[in-house]
């Protein structure tokens, strides 16, 4: 019976340090949040969830540390928003005080083995070990979530350049007719009629002319430039050979490696 009693009272007592445990954890991540919270003005969890632009029960998962719960790229919204690296978080949810099984029960095995003090004041040697091991782990484990971060932080770059070269091509092709017919009416105003009203508004359109550039949109030919016959890029009107000299009639114009407008040329006269 006393011994049914001493179990009954150890198996209390860890379920006691069970509940404790991560009560504790809780509070120490949430003391973690607020210290770098507070340098940077953010004065509440809500408002943390909303600069970092993830939910309210993001944040309340990561302050209870199950962030098994959690989406990485939360996880990492929260640490960029917190100016660390999602690894330091990491090492708050890992952070535990002694386990539960390692705490009060071992005071009972303790007053239970008193009558043999050489068999109580060694059990605790391999304590050592099992700390490194664990510190191995969490290592481990940070390092695991960082690599994924940088995988991620690589595919999130590829994925923004992507979209921003498709909204320059569509924005391309809906300055399609513009792109088309304005070197048309550059040249005209330049070559035959500078004195026309009409050139100074010339400069108006320059803007447009640098964000072509700035995007990277090449020019094949320039109205009434000699070039070599190219077909690849080039419409023809008339009859040439490949490399064959020929005038510009409308420039074309490329994108990158596409072609958005192939040039328009016609053929020179023999003489």
């Known amino acids: 019976m006393t011994g049914g009693k001493q179990n009954g009272k150890e198996q209390l007592a860890g379920e006691q340090a069970a509940t404790e445990q991560p009560e504790a954890n809780r509070r120490a991540i949430a003391q973690q949040l607020r210290s770098h919270m507070q340098p940077l003005g953010i004065t509440s969890f809500r408002a943390l969830a909303q600069q ?19 989406r990485l ?45 050489a068999k109580t ?76 009203p009409a050139a100074k508004i010339l400069a108006l359109v320059s803007p447009v002319s640098q964000l072509l550039q700035h995007w990277h949109v090449e020019t094949i030919g320039m109205m009434g430039d000699t070039i070599a016959y190219d077909p690849t890029c080039q419409t023809l009107d008339g009859q040439a050979q490949p490399g064959d000299p020929v005038e510009v009639t409308r420039p074309g114009y490329c994108h990158g490696e596409a072609l958005l407008h192939r040039a328009e040329v016609r053929a020179l006269t023999r003489e």
């Not at 970092?52 to 959690?70: C, I, T, Y």
């Not at 928003?81 to 949810?93: F, V």
């Not at 695991?144 to 992507?162: A, F, G, K, S």
């Open 121 to 196: 004041s060694h059990p605790a040697a391999p304590s050592e070990p099992v700390q490194k091991k664990a510190h191995g782990g969490q290592t481990a484990s940070a390092q695991v979530l960082q690599q994924e971060c940088d995988r991620l932080q690589q595919q999130l770059e590829q994925q923004r350049q992507t979209l921003l070269q498709e909204f320059q091509r569509t924005s391309l092709y809906t300055l399609e007719a513009w792109m088309k017919n304005w070197p048309k009416v550059v040249h005209v105003v330049r070559t035959k009629n500078p004195d026309l």
């Open 52 to 70: 970092a632009g993830v939910s309210e029960w993001q944040v309340r998962q990561l302050r209870q540390g199950k962030l098994d719960n959690m």
């Open 73 to 117: 790229v939360h996880l990492k919204r929260i640490a960029q928003t917190l100016q660390i690296q999602p690894a330091a978080i990491l090492d708050w949810s890992q952070a535990d005080a002694p386990e539960p099984s390692q705490a009060k029960p071992s005071q009972a095995k303790t007053s239970q083995a008193k009558p043999s003090q």
